[in-house]
């Protein structure tokens, strides 16, 4: 049995922190010991993850003090491993292993593609975050991108070759038993309004581009009844809501802020729309398809790609308002396959990527 700890920037609500918290299962499933380490306290996984597992707050929000916490959490607590996601974390944490001389295995994964996300960084803030990343990087014993754009983005930035890194995409856990309660739940939700239900989840937040979605579905409604339900919290929302206010679909639009039991939320709808930007390997879409949804999804990174293939879903241009619209009309407009559809979502089945790391990491 080792000890492994998963070190994240926090447990606040976000598709990497869902993403650890489904590996730490695992691992535990596994024999394994698991600890959490956040350097900032709360989030909406706080609670759900301190029944299930350790929680170590490092005590700082600075990132500059993280090397030397982690280093004195290395010497007292001596894990065998160490899996550190998204920059900087990934990038400081290898320094924080040479720093306690403690023989620990460390493991960096990015989630998104940096190279997007860091678009509007100065030159000495890129420069600071690729010398970070060349260090860091080759400090790790093992490099981690959830889908072979994230790892290109890595190598790119980094100054590597894409061959030092492995793909492991992101594990997505079998639906749940679903509660009456939560049904009730999310038809409380949706109100009396008949016609096709059509959701979105994920944070509110700029490279999501929920402001596209809001405009495709305007473009919609004339011709289809239809309500769409936009799930997570974030910077946005306030933007988002005045913004369906001025197309006028805000009586056909529900903000249901965080909810943390979303598959009823999946089951309940007719479609789900992707309408980011830039994404690492959006396990939204894979949990669309566990519960049989059909996908519309903009063509914002390979890991899109890597999941849908050619016949799980259908992909548009980024950023086109119309094309968006048009593919969510034909998509309402067919009988879905479910079974093939949940038949894909197990192959990103826990245990694959639970073991994919375990290899790495003892």
């Known amino acids: 049995m080792a000890k492994i700890a998963i070190l994240m920037s926090s447990l ?15 691992f535990a499933d596994f024999g394994h010991q698991v600890e959490l380490l956040v350097r900032i306290e709360g989030g909406e996984f706080w609670e759900e993850a301190s029944r299930e597992f350790p929680i170590i707050n490092l005590g700082h929000s600075r990132v500059y003090k993280l090397p030397s916490d982690l280093a004195a959490y290395l010497k007292k607590s ?7 996601s998204m920059w900087p974390i990934s990038a400081i944490a290898p320094i924080g292993r040479i720093w306690s001389r403690v023989q620990c295995k460390v493991i960096v994964s990015e989630h998104g593609t940096l190279s997007f996300l860091t678009r509007n960084f100065g030159r000495i803030e890129r420069l600071i975050l690729r010398a970070t990343m060349a260090i860091g990087y080759r400090l790790a014993d093992h490099r981690v991108g959830v889908s072979q754009g994230v790892v290109d983005s890595m190598a790119e930035l980094a100054l590597m070759k894409s061959a030092s890194f492995s793909v492991i995409h992101n594990p997505v856990a079998p639906c749940a038993d679903i509660a009456q309660s939560e049904i009730d739940h999310v038809e409380s939700l949706w109100g009396q309004a008949e016609g096709s239900r059509l959701i979105s989840v994920g944070r509110l937040a700029s490279e999501k581009n929920h ?16 309500r769409l339900m936009i799930v997570g919290a974030g910077p946005e929302e306030r933007r988002l809501k005045e913004l369906s206010l001025q197309l006028g679909i805000s009586g056909n639009v529900i903000f249901a802020g965080f909810q943390r039991e979303v598959d009823a939320i999946y089951q309940s709808a007719d479609l789900f729309v992707l309408p980011s930007d830039s994404e690492g390997l959006p396990t939204v879409l894979i949990e669309s398809l566990r519960n049989g949804l059909p996908v519309v999804a903009t063509d914002s990174g390979s890991g899109v790609h890597e999941i849908l293939g050619t016949n799980h879903g259908r992909i548009v241009p980024k950023g086109d308002v119309s094309k968006l619209a048009q593919a969510m009309e034909g998509a309402l407009n067919e009988t879905p396959e ?7 979502a197990r192959e990103f089945a826990p245990e694959i990527a639970a073991q994919e790391y375990l290899a790495r990491l003892v």
């Open 211 to 226: 402001a596209l979605l809001l405009q495709a579905f305007a473009k919609l409604l004339p011709g289809q009844a239809a």
């Open 12 to 26: 606040a609500c976000g598709g990497a922190e869902r993403v650890n918290l489904e590996l730490a299962r695992r």
């Open 338 to 344: 479910k079974e093939i559809l949940k038949s894909r």
């Open 78 to 84: 001596r894990p065998d491993a160490l899996l550190a």
